[in-house]
């Protein structure tokens, strides 16, 4: 009996040190739970959201850009730019290292410090194009100078479900053009490709704020993602059309800390009123 009364004590501890660990990894109130989870899956980590958050997303059916082949990707150019497809040489890895070795650049990107090596720009900005897997989910294009070719930055379209849940677009200028209208110009040229892309139908997961139209198939949506501090990115989204609908915190695993972000969101149906303005740049596609 005494051994019984014993073993029972003890299976008494540990079931309440089970209840107790259940408790920490199952808040019953908090947002970020573990249990019966709704997934959603960012470059930062994935956050698994509880029925209070989960409330902020919704499961819609909307169009998407269906991205060509890298060989397939055509050259744009600008009153001032050439946009043309990132290459996976040595000329586009030195350029992307400079950039990625300028601290007031690197400030504002999720790693928050500067490439330690060739390789590990390589690794982050041009290893993705030698797959075909990936290339379907990326849209990365070189910002140049048309006058004389000088390579002054890189923007793109990533598709990966990220932050808001819509493809966004990012781009990143040398620190010494900043004020000059380059972003604004490489953005807005940058839209006018994206609108032209053939588009496929698509079922995806948004925020609600997010979601625009009445009909069954809703506007599709180009998203953008700065950090809250990063106000000149917020400038450049504005004057070229976004709307901000979102604040949300993320938790940045390179950096170790939660930061807050904007949802930046342009309708695919609004693209059309930067016609005067592209016009104005005199934006022309060829090879």
Not at 6 to 29: D, G
Not at 138 to 162: Q, T, V
Not at 171 to 182: E, R
Not at 186 to 210: H, Q, S
Request: glycine share 6%.
């Amino acid at each position: 009996m005494g051994n019984r009364g014993h073993l029972s004590a003890t299976a008494r501890i540990r079931a309440y040190a089970t209840i107790r660990r259940r408790r920490i990894l199952f808040p019953v109130k908090s947002c970020l739970v573990r249990c019966k989870p709704t997934s959603h899956s960012s470059s930062f980590g994935t956050w698994r959201k509880g029925p209070a958050e989960a409330k902020r997303w919704s499961t819609i059916k909307t169009t998407l850009p269906r991205l060509p082949p890298h060989s397939e990707r055509k050259t744009t150019t600008t009153g001032r730019l050439t946009l043309r497809p990132l290459q996976n040489d040595s000329h586009d890895l030195a350029a992307l290292h400079a950039l990625r070795t300028d601290e007031k650049v690197m400030r504002w990107s999720p790693r928050g410090r500067v490439d330690a090596n060739l390789k590990e720009t390589y690794v982050h900005d041009l290893e993705f194009l030698a797959d075909p897997s990936l290339n379907s989910e990326h849209l990365a294009y070189a910002i140049c100078l048309k006058s004389n070719g000088e390579f002054i930055g890189y923007g793109g379209l990533s598709c990966r479900p990220e932050f808001v849940g819509w493809p966004a677009v990012s781009f990143v200028i040398k620190s010494d053009l900043w004020g000059q209208g380059y972003a604004t110009e490489f953005l807005e040229g940058f839209v006018d490709m994206w609108r032209r892309l053939p588009r496929k139908l698509a079922v995806i997961r948004v925020l609600v704020n997010t979601v625009y139209g009445d009909s069954e198939i809703k506007d599709e949506c180009l998203a953008g993602n700065p950090t809250y501090d990063n106000v000149a990115c917020h400038r450049v989204l504005e004057k070229s059309g976004f709307e901000k609908r979102e604040e949300f915190d993320e938790y940045n695993h390179r950096r170790k800390k939660k930061e807050r972000r904007h949802g930046w969101v342009m309708k695919k149906s609004n693209a059309h009123f930067l016609e005067e303005q592209l016009s104005a740049l005199q934006i022309t596609g060829c090879n």
